[in-house]
C-alpha cells in the first residue's frame, strides 16, 4: 500500500519558516520525482517545487517563480522522505500544501498524492 504522510504545517507569521516533510512508503522512492503542490481557497492547484530522482535525473530542482530564493525542496532516499523548508513566509503562501510522487521514469508511470497539510500565514 503506498502511503504519502505530510507533516509540519501550521500557523505562523509573516516572515516566519516551517519545514514540511512527507514520509512516503510502497514505492521504489529513490526512482521517483518528488514535488509540492499547493491549492489555496479559490484557486487551482499549483507546483510550488520539484525534485528529479537523483539515480535518474541527477536531483533537478524547479521552484515556482512566487518561492524561489525563499523555498527549498529536498530529499532523503534513506528515510524515503522529501522536504519542503520554507523562509520568509508571505500571506499569499497561505493554502493545503500536498505531496506528489511521480513516477514517470520507470515502468508504470504511477503518480500518488499525499493527503495535505495546511499552512496559514497570519500576522
Known amino acids: 500500500q503506498v502511503q504519502l504522510v505530510e507533516s509540519g504545517g501550521g500557523l505562523v507569521q509573516p516572515g516566519g519558516s516551517l519545514r514540511l516533510s512527507c514520509v512516503t512508503s510502497?514505492?521504489?522512492?529513490?526512482?521517483?520525482?518528488m514535488a509540492w503542490y499547493r491549492q489555496a481557497p479559490g484557486k487551482e492547484r499549483e507546483l510550488v517545487a520539484s525534485?528529479?530522482?537523483?539515480?535518474?535525473?541527477?536531483?533537478?530542482?524547479i521552484y515556482s517563480d512566487s518561492v524561489k530564493g525563499r523555498f527549498t525542496i529536498s530529499r532523503d532516499n534513506t528515510k524515503n522522505t522529501v522536504f519542503l523548508q520554507m523562509n520568509s513566509l508571505q500571506f499569499d503562501d497561505t493554502a493545503v500544501y500536498y505531496c506528489?510522487?511521480?513516477?514517470?521514469?520507470?515502468?508504470?508511470?504511477?503518480?500518488?498524492w499525499g493527503q495535505g497539510t495546511q499552512v496559514t500565514v497570519s500576522s
Open positions: 525534485i528529479a530522482s537523483e539515480t535518474i535525473a541527477d536531483g533537478l530542482t
Open positions: 510502497g514505492i521504489a522512492f529513490i526512482y521517483y520525482d
Open positions: 506528489y510522487a511521480d513516477g514517470k521514469r520507470i515502468a508504470g508511470d504511477r503518480k500518488y
